[in-house]
Nanobody, 115 residues
Framework: QVQLVESGGGLVQPGGSLRLSCAAS????????MAWYRQAPGKQRELAAVIANGGSTDYADSVKGRFTISRGNAKNTVYLGMNRLKPEDTAVYYC?????????WGQGTQVTVSS
């Protein structure tokens, strides 16, 4: 089993920056892709950014150019750098990982963009 723990959420003013972290523990040596999803109030969960085991990345159009996903050297940690934040980025952000056994979710961390 794999456990994912996020950190780094909080309240930030529009135009500000935050960095989210997610650490995988447990039997995490086989993790492949990792990603960040987000869910705003009253909306469905959506993919924000994904990074493959080889390092290739992809982003939702709404965050492209503002968010950067990266992995740590051990590859069982994933980060989301968020710049030029907008009120519409307000959501619970969830870490996601997958391996040959299935998929895993973190508990979520709240990001609120407000003045």
């Amino acid at each position: 089993q794999v456990q994912l723990v996020e950190s780094g959420g909080g309240l930030v003013q529009p135009g500000g920056s935050l960095r989210l972290s997610c650490a995988a523990s447990g039997d995490s040596d086989s993790i492949g892709a990792m990603a960040w999803y987000r869910q705003a109030p009253g909306k469905q969960r959506e993919l924000a950014a994904v990074i493959a085991n080889g390092g290739s990345t992809d982003y939702a159009d709404s965050v492209k150019g503002r968010f950067t996903i990266s992995r740590g050297n051990a590859k069982n940690t994933v980060y989301l750098g968020m710049n030029r934040l907008k009120p519409e980025d307000t959501a619970v952000y969830y870490c996601f990982a997958e391996d040959w056994r299935g998929v895993y979710w973190g508990q979520g961390t709240q990001v609120t963009v407000s003045s």
